[in-house]
Protein backbone atom coordinates (compact mmCIF):
# COMPACT_ATOMS: atom_id res chain seq x y z
CA UNK A 1 0.00 0.00 0.00
CA UNK A 2 1.22 3.26 -0.66
CA UNK A 3 1.72 6.16 2.42
CA UNK A 4 1.46 9.74 2.55
CA UNK A 5 5.16 10.13 3.29
CA UNK A 6 6.06 8.58 -0.12
CA UNK A 7 4.23 11.30 -2.22
CA UNK A 8 6.00 14.01 -0.78
CA UNK A 9 8.88 15.20 -2.59
CA UNK A 10 7.63 13.78 -5.85
CA UNK A 11 8.62 16.00 -9.24
CA UNK A 12 5.05 16.10 -11.13
CA UNK A 13 5.28 16.31 -14.98
CA UNK A 14 2.47 17.16 -17.46
CA UNK A 15 1.01 15.22 -20.43
CA UNK A 16 4.32 16.43 -22.28
CA UNK A 17 7.01 15.33 -19.75
CA UNK A 18 7.90 18.97 -18.45
CA UNK A 19 8.15 18.77 -14.85
CA UNK A 20 6.24 21.26 -13.11
CA UNK A 21 6.81 21.39 -9.95
CA UNK A 22 7.47 19.00 -6.54
CA UNK A 23 4.67 17.78 -4.42
CA UNK A 24 4.44 19.94 -0.69
CA UNK A 25 1.37 18.63 0.30
CA UNK A 26 -2.07 16.69 -0.17
CA UNK A 27 -5.99 17.92 0.36
CA UNK A 28 -8.67 15.58 1.28
CA UNK A 29 -11.75 15.76 1.89
CA UNK A 30 -14.33 14.05 4.26
CA UNK A 31 -17.46 13.49 2.92
CA UNK A 32 -20.86 12.67 5.58
CA UNK A 33 -21.60 9.51 3.42
CA UNK A 34 -18.18 7.79 2.99
CA UNK A 35 -16.24 6.54 6.07
CA UNK A 36 -13.14 7.46 4.61
CA UNK A 37 -11.36 11.28 3.28
CA UNK A 38 -10.95 11.25 -0.27
CA UNK A 39 -7.85 12.58 -1.61
CA UNK A 40 -9.03 15.74 -3.68
CA UNK A 41 -5.71 17.54 -4.90
CA UNK A 42 -2.04 17.73 -4.74
CA UNK A 43 -0.29 20.94 -3.83
CA UNK A 44 2.68 21.57 -5.76
CA UNK A 45 5.57 23.90 -5.38
CA UNK A 46 5.15 25.61 -8.86
CA UNK A 47 7.64 28.47 -9.59
CA UNK A 48 8.06 29.49 -5.87
CA UNK A 49 4.17 29.40 -5.68
CA UNK A 50 1.88 26.70 -3.83
CA UNK A 51 -0.72 26.10 -6.59
CA UNK A 52 -3.44 22.72 -6.20
CA UNK A 53 -3.96 19.87 -8.79
CA UNK A 54 -7.36 18.65 -8.64
CA UNK A 55 -6.67 15.02 -8.35
CA UNK A 56 -9.17 14.45 -12.08
CA UNK A 57 -5.76 15.65 -13.91
CA UNK A 58 -3.20 13.18 -12.54
CA UNK A 59 -2.83 10.33 -14.73
CA UNK A 60 -0.74 8.09 -12.36
CA UNK A 61 -0.19 9.31 -8.27
CA UNK A 62 1.79 6.30 -7.28
CA UNK A 63 4.58 6.32 -9.96
CA UNK A 64 8.26 7.36 -9.18
CA UNK A 65 7.24 10.35 -11.12
CA UNK A 66 3.63 11.52 -10.89
CA UNK A 67 2.23 12.34 -13.96
CA UNK A 68 -0.70 14.55 -15.24
CA UNK A 69 -3.02 13.74 -17.87
CA UNK A 70 -2.85 16.91 -19.65
CA UNK A 71 -0.49 19.83 -20.64
CA UNK A 72 0.55 22.23 -17.55
CA UNK A 73 -1.80 25.00 -19.49
CA UNK A 74 -4.84 22.90 -19.67
CA UNK A 75 -4.38 22.11 -15.66
CA UNK A 76 -7.45 23.46 -13.89
CA UNK A 77 -6.08 24.22 -10.65
CA UNK A 78 -8.50 23.13 -7.94
CA UNK A 79 -9.82 25.92 -5.29
CA UNK A 80 -9.70 24.93 -1.99
CA UNK A 81 -12.15 24.69 0.41
CA UNK A 82 -13.12 24.55 4.31
CA UNK A 83 -13.86 21.00 3.75
CA UNK A 84 -10.51 20.18 2.56
CA UNK A 85 -8.01 19.08 5.16
CA UNK A 86 -4.09 19.79 4.64
CA UNK A 87 -2.35 16.27 5.33
CA UNK A 88 0.74 17.09 5.96
CA UNK A 89 0.04 20.61 7.95
CA UNK A 90 -3.16 19.31 10.08
CA UNK A 91 -2.88 15.56 10.57
CA UNK A 92 1.04 14.08 10.42
CA UNK A 93 2.33 14.23 13.96
CA UNK A 94 -1.33 15.40 15.52
CA UNK A 95 -2.55 13.22 18.80
CA UNK A 96 -5.83 11.34 17.96
CA UNK A 97 -7.29 9.30 20.06
CA UNK A 98 -7.45 5.25 18.99
CA UNK A 99 -11.61 5.02 19.40
CA UNK A 100 -10.66 0.58 19.60
CA UNK A 101 -7.41 1.01 21.76
CA UNK A 102 -8.74 4.01 24.08
CA UNK A 103 -5.83 5.25 23.67
CA UNK A 104 -4.03 8.62 22.73
CA UNK A 105 -1.49 7.78 19.57
CA UNK A 106 0.54 9.96 17.55
CA UNK A 107 -0.10 9.94 13.63
CA UNK A 108 3.12 8.97 12.28
CA UNK A 109 2.13 8.34 8.31
CA UNK A 110 -1.27 7.79 6.57
CA UNK A 111 -1.57 4.75 4.19
CA UNK A 112 -3.47 5.49 1.22
CA UNK A 113 -5.60 2.97 -1.23
CA UNK A 114 -7.10 3.32 -4.67
CA UNK A 115 -10.78 2.62 -5.40
CA UNK A 116 -11.59 2.94 -9.41
CA UNK A 117 -10.15 6.48 -10.05
CA UNK A 118 -11.06 7.79 -6.55
CA UNK A 119 -7.85 7.72 -3.71
CA UNK A 120 -9.01 7.57 0.22
CA UNK A 121 -7.51 7.52 3.28
CA UNK A 122 -7.23 4.01 4.55
CA UNK A 123 -5.36 3.39 7.97
CA UNK A 124 -3.73 5.77 10.31
CA UNK A 125 0.06 4.36 10.81
CA UNK A 126 1.23 4.95 14.52
CA UNK A 127 4.50 2.93 14.32
CA UNK A 128 7.80 3.70 14.41
CA UNK A 129 7.98 2.36 11.36
CA UNK A 130 5.75 4.82 9.93
CA UNK A 131 8.26 8.44 11.29
CA UNK A 132 11.18 6.16 9.74
CA UNK A 133 9.77 5.65 6.61
CA UNK A 134 9.44 9.18 6.49
CA UNK A 135 12.85 9.94 6.95
CA UNK A 136 13.30 8.38 4.04
CA UNK A 137 14.54 4.42 5.16
CA UNK A 138 13.35 1.87 3.27
CA UNK A 139 14.73 -1.20 5.73
CA UNK A 140 14.19 -1.25 8.92
CA UNK A 141 15.69 -3.43 11.57
CA UNK A 142 13.85 -6.21 12.91
CA UNK A 143 13.39 -4.50 16.20
CA UNK A 144 12.56 -1.38 15.16
CA UNK A 145 10.10 -2.00 12.05
CA UNK A 146 8.81 -4.92 13.96
CA UNK A 147 9.92 -8.76 12.90
CA UNK A 148 7.52 -10.87 13.92
CA UNK A 149 4.45 -11.64 11.35
CA UNK A 150 1.60 -9.16 11.84
CA UNK A 151 3.43 -6.74 14.06
CA UNK A 152 3.70 -4.19 11.61
CA UNK A 153 -0.37 -4.27 10.90
CA UNK A 154 -1.02 -4.25 14.39
CA UNK A 155 0.38 -0.68 14.48
CA UNK A 156 -2.36 0.65 12.21
CA UNK A 157 -5.92 1.86 12.98
CA UNK A 158 -8.57 2.17 10.45
CA UNK A 159 -9.22 6.37 9.73
CA UNK A 160 -13.47 5.13 10.61
CA UNK A 161 -11.84 4.40 14.91
CA UNK A 162 -9.97 7.24 15.18
CA UNK A 163 -10.99 11.30 16.30
CA UNK A 164 -9.02 14.01 15.50
CA UNK A 165 -8.28 16.13 18.74
CA UNK A 166 -8.82 20.12 18.25
CA UNK A 167 -5.47 21.76 18.83
CA UNK A 168 -4.67 25.29 18.19
CA UNK A 169 -4.37 24.56 14.65
CA UNK A 170 -7.20 24.49 13.07
CA UNK A 171 -8.42 20.77 12.05
CA UNK A 172 -10.68 19.84 9.50
CA UNK A 173 -12.30 17.05 10.82
CA UNK A 174 -14.52 17.41 13.79
CA UNK A 175 -14.13 15.35 16.71
CA UNK A 176 -17.17 12.89 16.45
CA UNK A 177 -18.69 13.79 19.82
CA UNK A 178 -21.18 10.51 19.29
CA UNK A 179 -17.89 8.00 19.48
CA UNK A 180 -16.89 10.33 22.10
CA UNK A 181 -19.79 9.36 24.06
CA UNK A 182 -19.77 5.86 23.61
CA UNK A 183 -16.48 5.69 25.81
CA UNK A 184 -16.72 5.04 29.45
CA UNK A 185 -15.76 7.91 31.59
CA UNK A 186 -12.79 5.93 32.90
CA UNK A 187 -11.64 5.14 29.24
CA UNK A 188 -12.32 9.20 28.66
CA UNK A 189 -10.35 9.98 32.21
CA UNK A 190 -7.63 7.70 31.05
CA UNK A 191 -7.40 10.10 27.48
CA UNK A 192 -7.44 13.36 29.24
CA UNK A 193 -4.48 12.15 31.38
CA UNK A 194 -2.31 11.72 27.91
CA UNK A 195 -3.19 15.20 26.70
CA UNK A 196 -2.39 18.71 27.72
CA UNK A 197 -4.27 20.79 29.56
CA UNK A 198 -5.11 22.62 26.63
CA UNK A 199 -6.40 19.63 24.50
CA UNK A 200 -7.70 18.10 27.81
CA UNK A 201 -10.00 21.02 28.34
CA UNK A 202 -11.51 21.39 24.64
CA UNK A 203 -12.16 17.52 24.29
CA UNK A 204 -13.61 17.60 27.62
CA UNK A 205 -15.72 21.19 26.31
CA UNK A 206 -16.53 18.99 23.14
CA UNK A 207 -18.54 15.95 25.87
CA UNK A 208 -22.12 16.67 27.19
CA UNK A 209 -22.92 18.44 30.74
CA UNK A 210 -23.64 14.92 32.02
CA UNK A 211 -20.54 12.53 30.29
CA UNK A 212 -18.32 15.84 31.36
CA UNK A 213 -19.27 15.38 35.31
CA UNK A 214 -18.50 11.74 34.95
CA UNK A 215 -15.70 12.16 33.59
CA UNK A 216 -14.18 14.31 36.14
CA UNK A 217 -14.96 12.20 38.83
CA UNK A 218 -12.51 9.18 37.36
CA UNK A 219 -9.91 12.41 37.81
CA UNK A 220 -7.71 13.64 41.33
CA UNK A 221 -9.50 17.26 41.84
CA UNK A 222 -6.42 18.84 41.36
CA UNK A 223 -6.11 17.88 37.42
CA UNK A 224 -10.22 18.31 37.58
CA UNK A 225 -9.51 22.05 38.18
CA UNK A 226 -6.78 22.33 35.65
CA UNK A 227 -9.03 21.10 33.05
CA UNK A 228 -11.58 23.36 33.67
CA UNK A 229 -9.64 26.50 33.61
CA UNK A 230 -10.85 27.47 29.95
CA UNK A 231 -14.23 26.64 30.93
CA UNK A 232 -17.04 29.23 31.10
CA UNK A 233 -18.33 29.83 34.93
CA UNK A 234 -22.16 28.69 33.59
CA UNK A 235 -20.41 26.00 31.84
CA UNK A 236 -18.22 24.45 34.88
CA UNK A 237 -21.98 25.48 37.14
CA UNK A 238 -23.89 22.93 35.06
CA UNK A 239 -21.44 20.47 35.46
CA UNK A 240 -20.94 20.73 39.16
CA UNK A 241 -24.86 20.47 39.19
CA UNK A 242 -24.16 17.08 37.15
CA UNK A 243 -21.57 15.65 40.05
CA UNK A 244 -22.37 13.81 43.82
CA UNK A 245 -21.90 16.77 46.13
CA UNK A 246 -19.01 15.83 47.81
CA UNK A 247 -17.08 15.56 44.54
CA UNK A 248 -18.41 18.89 43.27
CA UNK A 249 -17.03 20.48 46.95
CA UNK A 250 -13.69 19.02 46.21
CA UNK A 251 -13.16 20.29 42.74
CA UNK A 252 -14.40 23.77 44.19
CA UNK A 253 -11.67 23.33 46.79
CA UNK A 254 -9.11 23.48 44.51
CA UNK A 255 -10.03 26.43 42.40
CA UNK A 256 -9.37 30.28 43.74
CA UNK A 257 -11.81 31.61 46.34
CA UNK A 258 -13.26 34.27 44.18
CA UNK A 259 -13.90 32.15 41.24
CA UNK A 260 -15.51 28.79 43.69
CA UNK A 261 -17.84 31.42 45.30
CA UNK A 262 -19.01 32.87 41.42
CA UNK A 263 -19.74 29.14 41.02
CA UNK A 264 -21.73 28.87 43.88
CA UNK A 265 -23.89 31.26 42.92
CA UNK A 266 -24.85 30.49 39.76
CA UNK A 267 -25.60 26.89 41.10
CA UNK A 268 -28.86 26.05 41.78
CA UNK A 269 -29.76 26.98 45.75
CA UNK A 270 -30.41 23.13 46.66
CA UNK A 271 -27.08 22.29 45.18
CA UNK A 272 -25.14 25.19 46.62
CA UNK A 273 -26.35 24.72 49.83
CA UNK A 274 -25.21 20.96 50.08
CA UNK A 275 -21.85 21.87 48.72
CA UNK A 276 -21.10 24.31 51.10
CA UNK A 277 -21.93 22.51 54.07
CA UNK A 278 -18.99 20.15 52.93
CA UNK A 279 -16.61 22.54 52.45
CA UNK A 280 -17.52 23.72 56.12
CA UNK A 281 -15.59 20.89 57.31
CA UNK A 282 -12.12 19.48 57.06
CA UNK A 283 -11.18 18.27 53.94
CA UNK A 284 -9.80 15.16 55.50
CA UNK A 285 -12.80 14.29 57.76
CA UNK A 286 -15.78 12.45 57.20
CA UNK A 287 -18.01 15.17 56.95
CA UNK A 288 -16.08 16.43 54.18
CA UNK A 289 -15.81 13.49 51.99
CA UNK A 290 -19.34 12.41 52.21
CA UNK A 291 -22.38 12.39 49.77
CA UNK A 292 -25.29 14.08 51.01
CA UNK A 293 -27.25 12.02 48.20
CA UNK A 294 -28.51 9.22 49.99
CA UNK A 295 -31.85 7.56 50.18
CA UNK A 296 -33.75 7.89 53.52
CA UNK A 297 -37.63 6.38 53.89
CA UNK A 298 -39.95 6.31 57.35
CA UNK A 299 -40.50 2.80 59.23
CA UNK A 300 -43.79 2.65 58.32
CA UNK A 301 -43.48 2.21 54.77
CA UNK A 302 -43.54 -1.93 53.71
CA UNK A 303 -41.32 -3.39 51.31
CA UNK A 304 -43.25 -2.81 47.96
CA UNK A 305 -43.92 0.72 49.04
CA UNK A 306 -40.14 1.53 48.95
CA UNK A 307 -38.82 -0.26 46.24
CA UNK A 308 -41.41 2.11 44.38
CA UNK A 309 -39.76 5.14 46.04
CA UNK A 310 -36.30 3.52 44.71
CA UNK A 311 -37.95 4.09 41.47
CA UNK A 312 -38.26 7.49 42.19
CA UNK A 313 -35.32 8.17 43.85
CA UNK A 314 -32.59 6.34 42.61
CA UNK A 315 -31.83 8.89 39.63
CA UNK A 316 -31.03 11.42 42.14
CA UNK A 317 -29.19 9.07 44.55
CA UNK A 318 -25.46 8.01 44.25
CA UNK A 319 -26.32 4.39 45.93
CA UNK A 320 -29.11 3.12 46.99
CA UNK A 321 -27.52 -0.41 48.28
CA UNK A 322 -28.03 0.60 51.87
CA UNK A 323 -31.38 2.13 52.87
CA UNK A 324 -31.34 4.62 56.10
CA UNK A 325 -34.74 4.57 57.72
CA UNK A 326 -35.57 7.83 60.17
CA UNK A 327 -38.02 9.10 61.87
CA UNK A 328 -40.00 12.62 61.93
CA UNK A 329 -36.82 14.83 63.09
CA UNK A 330 -34.47 12.62 60.70
CA UNK A 331 -32.72 10.92 63.70
CA UNK A 332 -30.84 7.59 61.88
CA UNK A 333 -33.16 4.93 63.71
CA UNK A 334 -32.08 2.13 60.96
CA UNK A 335 -30.59 0.73 58.18
CA UNK A 336 -30.89 -2.11 56.05
CA UNK A 337 -29.61 -3.40 52.70
CA UNK A 338 -30.94 -3.51 48.90
CA UNK A 339 -30.26 -7.74 49.37
CA UNK A 340 -32.53 -7.56 52.38
CA UNK A 341 -35.23 -5.49 51.03
CA UNK A 342 -35.60 -7.60 47.69
CA UNK A 343 -35.97 -10.71 49.83
CA UNK A 344 -38.75 -9.72 52.04
CA UNK A 345 -42.42 -10.38 50.97
CA UNK A 346 -43.94 -7.34 49.95
CA UNK A 347 -46.58 -6.37 52.12
CA UNK A 348 -43.47 -6.68 55.17
CA UNK A 349 -43.16 -3.56 57.43
CA UNK A 350 -39.66 -1.42 57.06
CA UNK A 351 -39.97 -1.80 61.09
CA UNK A 352 -39.44 -5.47 61.45
CA UNK A 353 -37.18 -6.35 58.85
CA UNK A 354 -34.74 -3.02 59.53
CA UNK A 355 -31.46 -3.24 61.22
CA UNK A 356 -31.12 -0.87 64.41
CA UNK A 357 -27.76 -1.51 65.46
CA UNK A 358 -25.99 0.68 63.04
CA UNK A 359 -22.42 1.78 62.60
CA UNK A 360 -22.05 5.52 62.56
CA UNK A 361 -19.73 7.95 62.14
CA UNK A 362 -19.21 11.79 63.36
CA UNK A 363 -18.56 14.24 60.61
CA UNK A 364 -15.91 15.36 62.15
CA UNK A 365 -14.23 12.09 62.52
CA UNK A 366 -11.09 11.69 60.59
CA UNK A 367 -11.10 9.85 57.11
CA UNK A 368 -8.43 7.22 58.56
CA UNK A 369 -11.42 6.35 61.43
CA UNK A 370 -13.81 6.08 58.73
CA UNK A 371 -11.09 4.33 56.44
CA UNK A 372 -11.04 2.24 59.60
CA UNK A 373 -14.63 1.71 60.55
CA UNK A 374 -15.45 0.81 56.80
CA UNK A 375 -12.98 -2.06 56.50
CA UNK A 376 -13.45 -3.53 60.25
CA UNK A 377 -17.21 -4.07 59.06
CA UNK A 378 -17.07 -4.50 55.68
CA UNK A 379 -19.11 -2.02 55.04
CA UNK A 380 -19.67 -0.40 50.99
CA UNK A 381 -20.80 2.99 52.73
CA UNK A 382 -21.57 4.33 56.70
CA UNK A 383 -23.70 6.95 57.43
CA UNK A 384 -22.46 10.39 58.80
CA UNK A 385 -24.35 11.77 61.68
CA UNK A 386 -24.21 14.84 64.18
CA UNK A 387 -24.11 14.59 68.11
CA UNK A 388 -27.91 14.29 67.79
CA UNK A 389 -27.87 10.98 65.93
CA UNK A 390 -29.16 13.44 62.76
CA UNK A 391 -28.05 11.36 59.20
CA UNK A 392 -26.10 14.07 57.52
CA UNK A 393 -24.82 12.59 54.40
CA UNK A 394 -22.45 8.73 53.79
CA UNK A 395 -19.05 8.28 53.34
CA UNK A 396 -18.78 5.56 50.36
CA UNK A 397 -15.50 3.34 50.93
CA UNK A 398 -13.42 4.24 47.83
CA UNK A 399 -13.86 7.61 49.42
CA UNK A 400 -13.09 6.10 52.95
CA UNK A 401 -10.23 4.28 51.73
CA UNK A 402 -8.77 7.10 49.37
CA UNK A 403 -5.71 7.75 51.52
CA UNK A 404 -4.88 4.36 51.94
CA UNK A 405 -5.12 2.59 49.14
CA UNK A 406 -3.55 4.54 45.78
CA UNK A 407 -5.90 6.12 43.64
CA UNK A 408 -4.63 3.84 40.36
CA UNK A 409 -5.54 0.67 42.27
CA UNK A 410 -8.62 2.47 43.97
CA UNK A 411 -10.13 3.22 40.13
CA UNK A 412 -9.61 -0.12 39.57
CA UNK A 413 -12.23 -1.80 42.53
CA UNK A 414 -15.64 -2.61 41.68
CA UNK A 415 -17.93 0.08 42.65
CA UNK A 416 -20.29 -1.95 43.92
CA UNK A 417 -22.67 0.83 45.23
CA UNK A 418 -23.91 2.55 42.44
Not at 80 to 105: E, F
Not at 314 to 326: G, L, N, R
Request: hydrophobic letters at 40%; proline letters at 5%.
Amino acid sequence: MPFLSQLIGKSVVDYEGETVGRVKEILAIQKSNLPHPQISSIEINHKNQLIDIPLGDIANLFTPVITLNKSWDKVALYQASDQDMHLVRDVLDKQIIDMNGVRVVRVNDLELTRHKDDVYIANVDISGSGLVRRLGVSRLPGWLGGSKKGAAASRFISWENVDLIDTDQPMRLKVASDKISELHPADLAEILSDLTRSEGSKLLGSLDVELMADTLEEVEPEFQASLVEGLSNEQVADVLEEMSPDEAADLLAELPEDRSEALLRLMEKGGAKDVRMLLSYPEDSAGGIMNTEFVSIHPDLTAAMVIERLRELSPEAETIYYIYVVDVQNHLIGVFSLRRLVLEQPMSKVLDFMETRIVTVNPLDTQEDVAHIVAKYNLLSVPVVDDNEVILGMVTADDALDKIIPTAWKKRLPRFYH
